[in-house]
């Protein structure tokens, strides 16, 4: 079983920056996609970016692309969400998962917090 452990989520104003990172527990998630989802409160959990097994690619829903950036460290299990220019439509808890049906295996982590307002 994988066991993700999301962190670095904060109370932000409109502007900043957090960067969020997801350890996992089992070195088996570096031969998936992994990707980094929201559920905002009252919506339903989206998957904002996602990176390649290999890091060398990723995509990014159109909302946040320009403004957040998914990196990789396979040798550590970890993947980093770094958000810039952060609005308040962004406020969500934050969960990382690979980025596929696999996901609904592994399960969902607690995520992060992330509050933007001002």
């Known amino acids: 079983q994988v066991r993700l452990v999301e962190s670095g989520g904060a109370s932000v104003q409109p502007g900043e920056s957090l960067r969020l990172s997801c350890a996992a527990s089992?070195?088996?998630?570096?031969?998936?996609?992994m990707g980094w989802y929201r559920q905002a409160p009252g919506k339903q959990r989206e998957l904002v970016a996602a990176?390649?097994?290999?890091?060398?690619?990723?995509n990014y829903e159109d909302s946040v692309k320009g403004r957040f950036i998914i990196s990789r460290d396979k040798a550590n299990n970890t993947v980093t969400l770094q958000m810039n220019s952060l609005k308040p439509e962004d406020t969500a808890v934050y969960y990382c998962?690979?980025?596929?049906?696999?996901?609904?295996?592994w399960g969902w982590g607690k995520g992060t917090l992330v509050t933007v307002s001002t």
């Open positions: 990176i390649s097994v290999d890091g060398k690619s990723a």
């Open positions: 998962n690979a980025d596929g049906a696999i996901s609904k295996v």
């Open positions: 089992a070195s088996i998630v570096e031969i998936y996609a």
